[in-house]
């Protein structure tokens, strides 16, 4: 999983903001979002994103990925995060 | 309309301006005082055939179309050519795509009619692709700090910022203020010394600042069109955002931190029509996040019945460090 070239974003606080370069569309993510997208580009998979997350959060990594994978897969919709060839 | 007029230089969104057609209000901010920003625009009367060569509309992009109370706004962009934008009400206005130059071809108005777009619209184009981003906020000055009074159309900015004013806060702008990052501050430029308030909020204010007589110009749609007396011609590093709300359910007027999203108010607060190009949408990112970064976010509410006067108090108070 990655942020496309065209996706720029700025993270405050509990929140993040990211701008699609190509659409002009600004677009919002809470703290937990917030959460998701750094450990996403920090560990690259949603496997290893989860594990990181779940040990931060005190809570299992199956709960962890079930809600990421939702959220990726939103994310991915909006054309603000792609997956990798080699990613399933 | 020609240009006919004995040349005049002024400054306003931190912007150098030099005109040579009457511009009541705009061309009176002339300030010895001012520190001479680096950034020049030139204002000229043309014709519509002329700004047609400079701006092939066949070639061009539609950043905005819009039709608000029966009149059509539209905004068309080149590469080459810059940015028209064109009014039903006030006229055609070509902006260079450098922001250096305007070409003002404005309908058959008082001067001080058309002005008002070329104040509230084309000038912060010009600010903007010169590196400035205008924000839809009035502001003052309070002990060197400006305050930026933001909100939706109605919610007095305005007259907010007027009463500070007539309390001796240094009025900056109204409803655009153009910032920038300068170092670790977020710094806001006087804008233009000119403003549009309804009689019962003028009669309020008594007319006046301490700087001298709200000058009127003329009216429309209910307001009267004024030359503010004096105007704080220096900029000044935001010291704190305020966004107004009105509130039916609110018992009494409250000033608290601004909870939730900051996006919204700020992003939303920008000239966001023209941020096509990548570099100028991450610039916007950018100023917008340094904002939220370096200065205090306060939500202000207000119930119903409760006046402008009251509102500013309450900023003022706020700013000062009181309860």
């Known amino acids: 999983m990655r942020l496309p070239s065209h996706v720029a974003h700025r993270r405050l606080a509990d929140e993040t903001v990211l701008l699609n370069l190509e659409s002009g569309m600004y677009h919002g993510l809470d703290g937990v979002g917030s ?39 939103g994310m991915k919709q909006r054309g603000l995060l792609v997956l990798d060839d080699d990613e399933h | ?36 920003p680096a950034r020049r625009v030139v204002l000229r009367m043309e014709t519509s055939e002329r700004l047609d ?37 006030y006229g055609r206005f070509w902006v260079s795509a450098e922001g250096s130059q305007i070409g003002c071809v404005p309908r058959e108005l008082d001067d001080w009619r058309w002005q008002r777009f070329l104040v509230g619209q084309v000038l912060p184009l010009a600010a903007l692709l010169q590196g400035l981003e205008p924000l839809h906020a ?8 400006a305050i930026l009074c933001m909100g939706a ?9 007027l009463h500070m004013a007539s309390a001796g806060a240094d009025l900056m702008t109204d409803d655009v203020a153009a910032i920038e990052v300068e170092g670790e ?17 003028l009669d309020r204010l008594g007319r006046e600042l301490p700087g001298g007589p709200l000058r009127p110009l003329g009216a429309e749609e209910g307001e009267i069109r004024l030359a503010v007396p004096a105007l704080r ?44 190009r990548p570099g100028r949408l991450i610039s916007q990112l950018d100023v917008c996040t340094r904002l939220a970064e370096a200065v205090p ?15 500013a108090h309450a900023i003022l108070q706020r700013a000062s460090g009181g309860a």
């Open chain 2, 53 to 89: 060569r400079a701006l092939v509309e066949a070639d061009a992009t539609s950043l905005y179309d819009r039709e608000m109370a029966g009149a059509r706004f539209r905004i068309l962009w080149t590469q080459t050519g810059g940015f028209l934008l064109e009014h039903d009400h």
């Open chain 1, 35 to 73: 959460d998701f997208l750094q450990a996403l580009e920090a560990h690259k998979t949603v496997d290893a994103a989860a594990a990181a997350l779940a040990h931060t959060y005190g809570v299992t990594g199956e709960r962890v990925r079930g809600d990421m994978l939702k959220f990726c897969e």
């Open chain 2, 297 to 311: 976010l306060w939500r202000v509410e207000a119930p119903p019945g409760s006046g402008a006067a009251d509102v």
């Open chain 2, 138 to 145: 009035s502001a003052v000055a309070i002990d060197g700090r």
């Open chain 2, 185 to 201: 501050d977020v710094v806001v430029h006087p804008g233009a010394p000119l403003t549009s308030l309804n009689a019962t909020e």
């Open chain 2, 1 to 36: 309309m020609t240009n006919t007029e004995e040349p005049w230089t002024a400054t306003a969104f931190g912007l150098e301006i030099s005109g040579s057609f009457p511009a009541p209000g705009l061309q009176d901010q002339v300030s010895p005082d001012c520190s001479g």
């Open chain 2, 233 to 276: 011609c220096s900029s000044a590093p935001v010291g704190g955002v305020y966004v107004l709300t009105r509130r039916d359910e609110a018992d009494h007027l409250t000033v608290e931190p601004l909870a939730g999203s900051w996006t919204a108010v700020l992003l939303g607060a920008t000239f966001n029509a023209y941020a096509q």
């Open chain 2, 153 to 161: 159309s109605g919610s007095g900015k305005t007259s907010t910022a």
